[in-house]
Nanobody
């Protein structure tokens, strides 16, 4: 059974930091490309960051470049999103996702599997 179990997130002030984690099971994590998505209130789901199966390729949406870092530990089946210099517009529900293949951007297909979602709220 494929599972993506998320943890972390919560509330932070503007300029603060939060870390999201996602532990995978039920599939070969080392051959899977992974993404983080977010869904802001009243908006569609947006792909925020993506990392290739060995971590050699990473992509970010323009709005988070230089602030967010996606990483993975294949020995632990662990995906991480480190979020620094948070802004109110980063508020939303964040999801980790297993990708069908490596594709970043609006024209890409949705993920094959999804985590349960984690709320991130940035406000003063």
């Amino acid at each position: 059974q494929v599972q993506l179990v998320q943890s972390g997130g919560g509330s932070a002030q503007p300029g603060g930091s939060l870390t999201l984690s996602c532990v995978a099971s039920g599939f070969d994590f080392t051959t899977s490309h992974m993404s983080w998505y977010r869904q802001a209130p009243g908006k569609g789901r947006e792909q925020v960051a993506m990392i290739s199966n060995l971590g050699t390729v990473r992509d970010y949406v323009e709005s988070v470049k230089g602030r967010f870092t996606i990483s993975r530990d294949n020995s632990k089946n662990l995906l991480i999103l480190q979020m620094n210099s948070l802004k109110p517009e980063d508020t939303g529900v964040y999801f980790c996702s297993r990708a069908p293949y490596y594709c970043f951007g609006h024209e890409c297909p949705p993920g094959v599997n999804w985590g349960q979602g984690t709320q991130v709220t940035v406000s003063s």
